[in-house]
């Protein structure tokens, strides 16, 4: 009876459970790590933080997965020895025949002085939750939009949270009383898509009067006076309410483990998504994968959820001692939230050399409804 143990149910993890369970045989076991007793659909949080989604609507207890095959301990991991693929979680420890690291990037505030004080870290559900109460409030002033370092995961998701953000005052008629603004660490939206979809980008901000600062990087926050200070601009930026990105980083039980440096990500073999471990592998946010362009591949579900199924099928065929076709090829795509029920797509293969091959596709209707239709399936599908 063999053992595949995956840490973090999150979108990697649980997409290479399922992929797992299909292949394998009853009798192996597949076992999965989560210090949270909820899974979290993240993108339905830009949903959330304008009001059209309750917390009952984003989350699911993992206790409640359907299938019965896949075995969830909830519990905080403390320790992973890559070598002999062991888990430390809760007081016991689990050794497998393979294991995928699929523990995401941790969110940290308190690396930038005085932002972990502002309840406005949409990244989570109490800041999402935070934002959508100082919206409902607040009857005029500045909003900040704030993308305090990079990388951070989906790209487009701050841009996306400052368009719906726009549409929700424009529905209720309040956005002739605010100004708008999106800071960020980097030089433009979505770079790592090419020049097109940046200019598509900044021109949906342009198009609502969304002022947009690019290469901001955020010092200070104080959140008494509600200023920002720039290490590129002697001014203090005034706001009323913050909305923000926090900065990300490797979660530190994986930089004790030896897979990544603490200031880094984990490197991985871009097709197989393999360690320098055998038989380890690691997925997602956590995965720091190096593009021709120079930048890395973007974090982002879609990636994670495709890395799940491909990393399935090479433990499946590893263990039953059959070949494996299965390849991450770098393919992804991406729905552009532009509120007022519109959004946008991009489509394209970012494992293209020398530069990844994108389409933009014009923005619509349709787009936002296929991404409720995704947020649908979502949850159909495993619970
Ligand atoms: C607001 C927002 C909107 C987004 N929109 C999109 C989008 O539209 N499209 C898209 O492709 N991506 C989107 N993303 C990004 C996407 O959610 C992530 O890229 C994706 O979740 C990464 O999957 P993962 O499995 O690597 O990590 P995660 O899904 O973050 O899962 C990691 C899991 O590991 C667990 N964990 C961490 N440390 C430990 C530990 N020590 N012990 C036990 N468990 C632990 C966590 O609790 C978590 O469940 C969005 C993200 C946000 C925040």
């Known amino acids: 009876m063999a053992k595949v143990l995956i840490a973090g149910a999150g979108v990697g993890g ?27 659909f993240w993108p339905s949080l830009l949903w959330l933080m ?20 896949i075995r969830v301990i909830e519990a905080p991991i403390t320790a992973i020895d890559a070598e002999t693929k062991t888990v430390v979680a809760g007081d016991q420890s689990w050794t497998g025949d393979a294991l995928v690291v699929a523990l995401g990037a941790d969110l940290d505030p308190s690396l930038i002085p005085g932002l972990a004080e502002v309840p406005g870290n949409f990244y989570t559900l109490d800041g999402a939750h935070a934002v959508w109460r100082q919206l409902q409030d607040l009857q005029q002033g500045r909003i900040a939009v704030l993308i305090s370092r990079a990388p951070f995961k989906c790209p487009a998701a701050p841009y996306e949270a400052a368009m719906l953000i726009d549409g929700f005052l424009r529905k209720r008629r309040r956005r002739p009383a605010f100004e708008l ?6 030089a433009a939206p979505m770079a790592v898509a090419g020049p097109q979809v940046s200019q598509a980008v900044v021109d949906a901000l342009a198009h609502r009067d969304i002022h947009y600062h690019p290469n901001q990087t955020v010092e200070r926050v104080e959140g008494k006076t509600r200023h920002l200070t720039f290490h590129e601009n002697a001014n203090l930026e005034p706001y009323d309410l913050l909305a923000y990105v926090p900065p ?45 362009l120079g930048k890395p591949l973007p974090k982002a579900g879609v990636f994670a959820h495709r890395q799940g199924e491909v990393v399935a099928e090479a433990i499946a065929a590893r ?3 059959r070949p494996s ?14 509120g007022q029920g519109l959004a946008g797509f991009a489509r394209g293969n970012f494992y293209a050399e020398p530069t990844p091959t994108i389409r933009v596709y014009r923005s619509g209707r349709h787009w936002h409804a296929g991404k409720v ?6 949850w159909s599908q495993w619970w």
């Open 248 to 292: 990300h980083r490797v979660p530190q039980v994986v930089s004790a483990a030896g897979l990544a440096p603490s200031d880094g990500w984990v490197a991985v073999d871009r097709h197989s998504l393999e360690t320098s471990f055998s038989n380890v592998f690691a997925i997602g946010d956590v995965t720091g994968i190096p593009l021709a």
């Open 373 to 378: 239709a995704f947020e649908r399936q979502w």
């Open 319 to 321: 263990l039953l001692g």
């Open 181 to 186: 603004s999106v800071w960020a660490a980097e």
């Open 50 to 69: 304008t009001g059209t989604r309750k917390e009952t609507e984003v989350v699911r207890p993992l206790a409640q997965l359907r299938d019965p095959g």
């Open 14 to 40: 649980l997409s290479t459970a399922h992929h797992l369970r299909r292949r394998l045989p009853s009798s192996d076991e597949i076992v999965v790590f989560d210090q949270s007793a909820v899974h979290t």
């Open 325 to 338: 076709s299965e390849s991450f090829d770098g393919h992804g795509e991406c729905f552009i939230e532009m």
